[in-house]
């Protein structure tokens, strides 16, 4: 018994989560392009660091757009159940591609607070920075909001990137005003290495998150227990249930287990009770795609006996 819930059209959810992918690499480009120009006339390396950090994300939210793609596609003879992990696989992949990037900052900044270097032209670099807090606070909950109607991980995984964006801007300001008020040049590369910092712990949050879909991890505790009180919730004929089993690929949550029944009903009506337990776990736990064994008697024993052999 397999059917896929119907919380919005598979295609609806595709065309949104490009949309979003496209305009994340537009506005990452733009930022990047005026975070860079403004650094190089004011030689501030927390303002580099933010284009650095801008141009990362649009050459992510490029890899995201073709992960995109990729994962949308039907199931076919090779991947029978669908191309949902190839989104975990491009935030993996950014993952370590983040994480050099913020070491390499890391670095920068380390040597500069040694040797630091006068920033000019203040005035102008605090406009341009208001300017990216305000573009990107508007793509932070641009993305949310898709994040949330799609279930794409790709896509919340961008708003996070944003939104430690609009955070380190409200620094660097910070900075620059301090600079442009006290002379106190070594709060640039201070900045600078903070933001190398929040860089670095986006990337291991990437990581993590990535790997557990990649490795078929269980989903979160307080999904399991909505399942499991649906599951407890059901009467006779339904006797008992076992084997629940859990995991995320892209958009998707895949949730199987075994229903146990009374032996003396048919299978029509075993099947329809199923099928209503289904449809409150689709309610409860959104983009689900659910599998359930029907056992006219428990054989949990056996199961778990099975599992362990293998």
């Not at 291991?204 to 991890?217: A, P, Q």
């Not at 009770?273 to 776990?281: H, L």
Request: glycine share 6%.
């Amino acid at each position: 018994m397999n059917r896929i819930g119907e919380p919005m059209k598979h295609e609806n959810k595709h065309r949104k989560n490009i949309f979003a992918a496209s305009v994340s690499i537009g506005t990452a480009i733009v930022l990047g392009i005026i975070k860079l120009i403004a650094s190089f006339f004011s030689g501030s390396l927390a303002l580099l660091a933010s284009a650095l950090d801008s141009m990362l994300d649009a050459i992510v939210s490029l890899i995201n757009f073709f992960a995109i793609r990729t994962a949308a596609q039907p199931p076919d003879k090779n991947h029978p159940y669908g191309h949902g992990k190839f989104e975990a696989l491009a935030e993996f992949l950014q993952g370590i591609f983040i994480g050099f990037s913020g070491l390499y900052l890391a670095y920068e900044s380390i040597l500069r607070i040694f040797k630091p270097v006068a920033i000019e032209q203040e005035t102008i670099a605090i406009g341009i920075m208001v300017f990216s807090i305000i573009a990107t606070t508007a793509l932070v909950l641009f993305l949310n909001r898709t994040a949330q109607s799609t279930g794409s991980l790709v896509i919340k995984s961008d708003s996070a990137h944003y939104f430690s964006d609009v955070l380190s801007n409200f620094a660097i300001i910070g900075g620059l005003l301090i600079v442009k008020f006290t002379e106190f040049k070594v709060i640039d590369p201070i900045l600078s290495l903070g933001i190398s910092l929040l860089i670095l712990h986006s990337a291991l949050e990437l990581l993590k998150e990535s790997f557990d879909i990649l490795t078929d991890h269980e989903l979160p505790k307080e999904i399991r227990n909505k399942i499991e009180k649906i599951l407890n919730a059901a009467k006779k004929p339904v006797t008992g249930w076992h084997l629940l089993r859990t995991r995320r690929s892209g958009t998707q949550v895949h949730i199987d287990y075994h229903l146990v029944f009374d032996d003396t009903i048919g299978l029509l009506q075993a099947h329809d009770i199923a099928e209503k337990i289904e449809d409150k776990i689709r309610k409860a736990v959104p983009h689900s795609i659910l599998l359930t064994h029907l056992d006219p008697h428990d054989d949990s024993k056996k199961n778990e006996d099975s599992m362990q052999t293998h």
